[in-house]
């Protein structure tokens, strides 16, 4: 048991090391994120014709800048002189796309294995997080979107579409980048190998050595 404690607490003390040190890079990297934040998603879910608008910009909240807003229009309800319903969705960037990544990151790098594999494991586990945060922000921008006309749902279909809605915000921060991590990460065998680098199983050698 002791041998098994030792690793583990390795691993939780790198992983507090990397995700403590990932989160201090924010106030370098904020801004740069929040912006490449906005531009995917104008190219992925931005609007511009007379069925729908939809268009993202920085929102200034109190002394925080890292918040996005997505504005979304149904031009077929606005008036001649502009006024009409607009939905906002605000969101703060930092703990919707960032924070996710970070947890992401310090799990990769805090698992013992060759460098080589972490760095693709980062790589590949980059990509799918984001993405998911990008499907997760378009579920959110056409659950919005059926509040001023553009989609058509009954009261059931709302509630249950917000309900999905919740479920997929509130599983981006843990659930997500873990599975993530473990998908990407580890191969058939690593646990194994684990298992006798830290000496809870005999490796074939040592069984062959034995008397």
Same mark, same amino acid.
């Given at each position: 048991?002791?041998?098994?404690?030792?690793?583990?607490?390795?691993?939780?003390?790198?992983?507090?090391?990397? /995700?403590?040190?990932?989160l201090f890079l924010?106030?370098?990297?904020?801004?740069? /994120?929040?912006? %490449?934040?906005?531009?995917? $998603?104008?190219?992925? &879910?931005? !609007?511009?014709?007379?069925?729908?608008?939809?268009?993202?910009?920085?929102?200034?909240? $109190? /002394?925080?800048?890292? /918040?996005?807003?997505?504005?979304?229009?149904?031009? @077929?309800?606005?008036?001649?002189?502009? !006024?009409?319903?607009?939905? &906002? #969705?605000?969101?703060?960037?930092?703990?919707f796309g960032w924070?996710?990544?970070?947890?992401?990151?310090?799990? *990769?790098?805090?698992?013992?294995?060759?460098?080589?594999?972490?760095?693709? %494991? #980062?790589?590949?586990? !980059?990509?799918?997080?984001?993405?998911? *945060?990008?499907? @997760?922000?378009?579920?959110?921008?056409?659950?919005?979107? !059926?509040?001023?006309? #553009?989609?058509?749902?009954?009261?059931?279909?709302?509630?249950?579409?917000?309900?999905?809605?919740? +479920?997929?915000? $509130?599983? +981006?921060? *843990? @659930?997500?980048?873990?599975?993530?991590?473990?998908? *990407?990460?580890?191969?058939?065998?690593?646990?194994?190998?684990?298992?006798?680098?830290?000496?809870?199983?005999?490796?074939?050698?040592?069984?062959?050595?034995?008397?």
């Amino acid at each position: 048991m002791k041998l098994l404690i030792r690793p583990a607490l390795r691993f939780v003390v790198c992983f507090v090391c990397w /995700y403590v040190a990932l989160l201090f890079l924010w106030p370098i990297a904020g801004q740069a /994120y929040c912006a %490449a934040f906005r531009a995917v $998603g104008t190219l992925l &879910h931005g !609007s511009n014709d007379q069925r729908k608008e939809i268009s993202f910009e920085p929102l200034l909240s $109190g /002394y925080r800048d890292d /918040y996005t807003r997505v504005v979304i229009v149904n031009p @077929a309800m606005m008036k001649a002189d502009g !006024s009409g319903p607009v939905r &906002h #969705l605000d969101m703060d960037t930092r703990a919707f796309g960032w924070k996710p990544l970070v947890l992401l990151f310090a799990l *990769v790098l805090a698992t013992p294995l060759p460098l080589g594999r972490r760095m693709s %494991a #980062l790589l590949w586990g !980059s990509l799918c997080q984001q993405g998911f *945060v990008m499907l @997760a922000l378009g579920f959110c921008i056409w659950q919005e979107s !059926s509040e001023i006309g #553009l989609v058509s749902l009954s009261a059931a279909d709302k509630e249950a579409a917000m309900g999905v809605r919740s +479920l997929l915000t $509130g599983q +981006l921060a *843990v @659930a997500v980048p873990v599975l993530i991590w473990v998908l *990407v990460t580890f191969r058939r065998g690593d646990f194994e190998k684990m298992t006798q680098q830290t000496g809870l199983t005999e490796s074939p050698q040592s069984r062959q050595n034995a008397p």
